[in-house]
Nanobody, 121 residues
Framework: QVQLQESGPGLVKPSQTLSLTCSVS??????????WNWIRQPPGKGLEWIGR???????YISPSLKSRTSISRDISRNQFTLQLSSVTPEDTAVYYC?????????????WGQGTQVTVSS
């Protein structure tokens, strides 16, 4: 069974960098059939795709967040990481790491439980 687990601080101060790690078990993040995504949901709003890292290590980031976002991976630990810099209260959200089946439309098949991140001084 594939499992994803987000970890990181729940509270970040404005202008600082948010850093979250997704630990994956039951699959390898280098598998060619899947992409590994970060998605967030601000309070009272819908899901927002942040970006993904694929089997080759190439990353794709939402244009609206590209200037502040990086996604990386640690293959030895089977983890991938999100860094979002210069955060503001608008970055407050539940953050999810999600596996995506690249062969399916809306192929988000396994989700982490989500982690609440609040940006506040």
């Amino acid at each position: 069974q594939v499992q994803l687990q987000e970890s990181g601080p729940g509270l970040v101060k404005p202008s600082q960098t948010l850093s979250l790690t997704c630990s994956v078990s039951g699959d390898s993040i280098t598998t060619t059939n899947y992409y590994w995504n970060w998605i967030r949901q601000p309070p009272g709003k819908g899901l927002e795709w942040i970006g993904r890292i694929v089997y080759s290590g190439t990353t794709y980031i939402s244009p609206s967040l590209k200037s502040r976002t990086s996604i990386s991976r640690d293959i030895s630990r089977n983890q991938f990481t999100l860094q979002l810099s210069s955060v503001t209260p608008e970055d407050t959200a539940v953050y999810y790491c999600v596996r995506e089946d690249r062969g399916r439309l809306w192929g988000y098949d396994f989700w982490g439980q989500g982690t609440q991140v609040t940006v506040s001084s």
